[in-house]
């Protein structure tokens, strides 16, 4: 089942890629200038606090019966999700062509996939409960 049900949805999602590929490139010098400075081993701890992050907001609203909620946090989350895995795969190949394999340019790819992971095991959880919605 998709929760992408009208156009608009599409559409958001569209516009989340075109803008996380144009602006990957120019969060790359933000993921770089991070304090202290990311490591290798940072990809997947951010991997594994976003994807139990967004379970925990979607799945808390769920627990409480509040599908709506749920559902319209997971259509934002996606999107936000798509956004940074875009901008994500657009900093890691910037990063690779400039930098060499850096951890600082893989961030924002790690990121959007544990966003899109969290979504996607609450949709997997959840969604027969909003598919009425």
Not at 88 to 114: D, K, M, T
Request: charged share 10%.
């Amino acid at each position: 089942m998709s929760l992408l049900k009208t156009r608009g949805d599409s559409v958001i999602v569209l516009a989340a890629a075109i803008g996380g590929l144009a602006s990957g490139p120019f969060s790359l010098h933000a993921t770089s200038a991070s304090q202290p400075s990311h490591v290798w081993e940072d990809i997947p701890l951010v991997f594994i606090g976003c994807a139990l992050g967004l379970f925990m907001v979607i799945g808390f609203q769920a627990l409480l019966r509040n599908f709506r909620a749920a559902r319209f946090a997971s259509l934002a989350f996606g999107a936000i999700g798509v956004y940074f895995l875009a901008a994500g795969v657009a900093a890691a190949v910037w990063g690779l062509i400039q930098f060499g394999a850096v951890p600082h340019a893989f961030i924002l790819l790690a990121c959007g996939l544990g966003i899109i992971a969290g979504v996607a095991v609450c949709r997997l959880l959840f969604s027969s409960k909003w598919s009425a919605i």
